[in-house]
């Protein structure tokens, strides 16, 4: 049988074997909301790692995006090739890209929509000095004792435990007002404890602070401030911390709860129905939301904290995703 060339311009396109990253391209456009290839030069292949912020050619415009997965196969000449790595440090982890994704989903939004909420912008000085800082050594709760205000519900204890054993418990709380500090002081010291970060969330900056020096004067273990109150520098510096898990406790406002600890144990939601945890830009999504998913994508602890539980929150324990922890009746009366 005789086999008919291929006609002029039909031919099959040459292919060679290289080095491809995964680019999600910083463009809010719905049917671009997919990593795109591009081939990683010579070059760049020790700084272009997952993670990581490039500037990369599409129709023709240079845009930013993020490395998201790096792989090597066959590709035709007719790739893009990554212009430049705007920074190595790896400000979207595997984790957080995947929160987004579920959010981006949930609430029809494009994923580069939401990790502009979630990654601060870029500041050279402090990725610099934070990257030259030597890393600490993980921290030893030295102030914390256990019970004093656990002890006012019958599950308290066991909740401790399991956070302190390393496990991630979900748990819906009806706070006591004059409990709330030592509840969360001595979960967030159990969690420390096992060797992973908290995150812990408030509505307003002042509130955080406030608790960050609280949990200081419980714990003895350091506590930082981050969210919208606190400077662009100071917040891409925090990001660029956590990211290489120098820091056990986050306390912030509603975008501190996007911050990538590089091991999540727990993140807390204070007062979760305050209408100031929820984001004002699109896609609207408030700080219980965010710490749901995230919680699925990283399998970290969760814990609602609330004099007033909103509907949300008891959804999750409807649904039983999350438990419901009460303060005994003897409790209540005092």
Known sequence: MSTQGMLDGFDPPATRSAEIARVLVDVDVAHMDRPLDYVVPDALVDEAVVGSLVRVRLSGSRVDGWI???????????????????????????????????????????TSQVLSLAVPPRHARAEKEELAAAP?????????????????????????????????PRAI?????????????????????????????????EHATRVARELEEDLGVPAV?????????????VHVAASLGRLPIVVGTRSAVWVPCATTGLIVIVND?????RE??????????????????EGAGLL??????????QALVRSGWAVSLDPTPQALRE
């Open 173 to 205: 709380v009806t706070t006591l007002r004059p409990h709330v500090r030592a509840c969360l002081s001595e979960a967030v010291g159990a969690t420390v404890s096992s060797g992973r970060s908290v995150i812990v969330v408030t509505p307003t900056g």
């Open 273 to 277: 129905g305050d209408d100031r945890l």
């Open 136 to 168: 600490p050594a993980w921290p030893t709760v030295t102030h914390w004792e256990a019970g004093q205000g656990w002890d006012a519900y019958p599950a308290g204890a066991a909740l401790l435990s399991r956070l302190r054993d390393g496990t991630s």
């Open 68 to 110: 998201v997965e790096r792989t090597r196969r066959e590709v035709s000449d007719s790739v893009g090739r990554l212009e430049s790595v705007v920074s190595a440090t790896p400000v979207v982890t595997p984790a957080l890209y995947e929160a987004s994704k579920r959010i981006a989903l949930r609430f029809l939004a494009t």
């Open 280 to 297: 004002r830009r699109f896609p609207r999504c408030d700080a219980l939301d965010v710490a749901v998913q995230r919680c699925a994508a």
């Open 304 to 313: 609602v904290l609330s004099n007033a539980r909103s509907v949300k929150a």
């Open 225 to 237: 401030v981050s969210g919208g109150e606190v400077s662009p520098e100071e917040r891409y510096r």
